[in-house]
């Protein structure tokens, strides 16, 4: 899936359909904390809905993607100068700038949970002892990436009820997410933070399979 980023018209549908609206921006960034003081990274920016609006609050902002049409429509959002954008895969994330404030969403499911990992180990080095990195994203709150065929009827109820009116238009994308890409169970997102020693503070479900968590650099 994660080629599929790399087509400015995948990029575009996906802006238009699952754009990050204003009110969950401003509730991340007070979750966040964000001040004057914090500098902050968004891993798999996109079009650059959420640091356009951190650039306002924060010192300085980057973000990390590895799609040219998202970064383009980022870079047109911003309307300061305290900004880089960092054309990368997660992958390769050598040389980043210093950061205290971290977040994601709908992106770090890309990733495997090796590579989850390492991803978290690897920013972690960026990163001061109290840092605070927020993720929203697929979260499976009731049982594990392994038991995903054993769950999947269940898991279709709750798509239905969570999308409403629009599950027949986002079944797809959705399905295809859960088999093919690699959201996971928040025991294994926890164990993956814990490879960069952030400990989970706080995990809000929307429903039995998305929400959001806020984990703690404390090692
Ligand atoms: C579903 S979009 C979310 C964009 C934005 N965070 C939002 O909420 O609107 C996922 C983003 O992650 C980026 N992405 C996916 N896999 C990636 C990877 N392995 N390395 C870097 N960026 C990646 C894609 O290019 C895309 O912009």
């Given at each position: ?22 009110p ?30 951190a ?15 998202q ?55 960026k ?42 238009k986002?079944k ?21 933070l814990?490879?960069?020693g ?5 995990a ?16």
């Amino acid at each position: 899936m994660s080629l599929l980023w790399k087509k400015a018209s995948y990029a575009e549908k996906y802006s238009k359909n699952y754009f990050f609206p204003d009110p969950d921006i401003r509730f991340f960034i007070k979750k966040l904390k964000i001040s004057k003081k914090d500098f902050v990274g968004d891993f798999g920016c996109g079009d650059g809905a959420f640091l356009s609006a951190a650039a306002k609050k924060a010192s300085f902002v980057f973000g990390v993607d590895m799609s040219s049409s998202q970064l383009r429509a980022a870079r047109k959002k911003m309307k300061s100068k305290n900004f880089k954008f960092f054309k990368r895969n997660f992958s390769d994330l050598a040389n980043l700038p210093f950061f205290n404030k971290g977040f994601a969403r709908k992106s770090l499911h890309h990733l495997k949970f090796s590579e989850k990992k390492k991803f978290f180990k690897k920013i972690s080095e960026k990163m001061p002892k109290g840092s605070i990195f927020v993720i929203e994203d697929g979260i499976f709150f009731l049982f594990s990436r392994k038991e995903l065929k054993k769950n999947w009827g269940n898991l279709m109820k709750d798509c239905r009820k969570y999308y409403g009116k629009e599950w027949e238009k986002k079944k797809k994308d959705v399905i295809y997410c859960f088999k093919k890409e690699y959201p996971c169970g928040l025991s294994e997102w926890r164990k993956a933070l814990s490879a960069g020693g952030f400990v989970i503070k706080e995990a809000k479900k929307y429903s039995s399979f998305y929400g959001y968590m806020l984990a703690v650099k404390e090692k």
